[in-house]
């Protein structure tokens, strides 16, 4: 199962208002894991970066001029996601941007049920307690003391750590989910259409002669409305 763990950095709070997505990082898992594979992208917004979003992120409009727009990313941007889930804190947030975005430049937008939020996760699984990605941190030892500012691909590496804890742990299934069974006698891997089939014999029984004998006279002493009498 791959999934794409995602954050973008704005402008400000509303695309409908004129503000634009300056930053997007993503981090690629794989069953749960991390496979090492990224996507990392500074975007020139086309406008002036507000004082109050440049103290959370620290992207200003020295630094963002020489970088590509939107339209020159988007495609490289939908090749690294593909069809993956979308694991994102405030997905709402996130999605409304990049898909005003990708409409700007007239690609194909994301669909909602693709989203993963972990902010709804964390509220569900500890109402009343605060759910911001650094509580979270607090919450489960994640570290995060590099983020001194918000970073798209930081945050996402550290949300990536937090969204594992939230499913209980680095290797929720263990790391079997795509292992193939393997015969005990040559050690290769079965093939893929292999089907389970009765035993060529069936198991002695477990029970001793003494216990039938005892559950067979339970029966008897139940009457016919036992289950035992019954057949499916």
Known sequence: ?????LDTETTGFEPSE?????????VELFNHMPTGRTYHQYINPERSVPKEAFEVHGLGDDFL???PVFRDIGRAFL???GDAKLVIHNAAFDIKFLNFEL???????????RAIDTLAISRQKFPGSPASLDALCRRFGVDNSAREKHGALLDSEILAEVYLELIGGRQPDFGLANQPAKNAASGSAQSDDWRPRPRPEPLPPRISADEAAAHAALVAKLGAAAL???RA
């Open 1 to 5: 199962m791959r999934e794409i763990v």
């Open 228 to 230: 035992w009498t019954k």
């Open 18 to 26: 004129g503000h634009r997505i300056v930053e997007i990082g993503a």
């Open 65 to 67: 001029r020489d970088k």
């Open 79 to 81: 090749d690294f996601i």
């Open 103 to 113: 409409k700007l430049v007239g690609m194909p937008t994301i669909d909602w049920p």
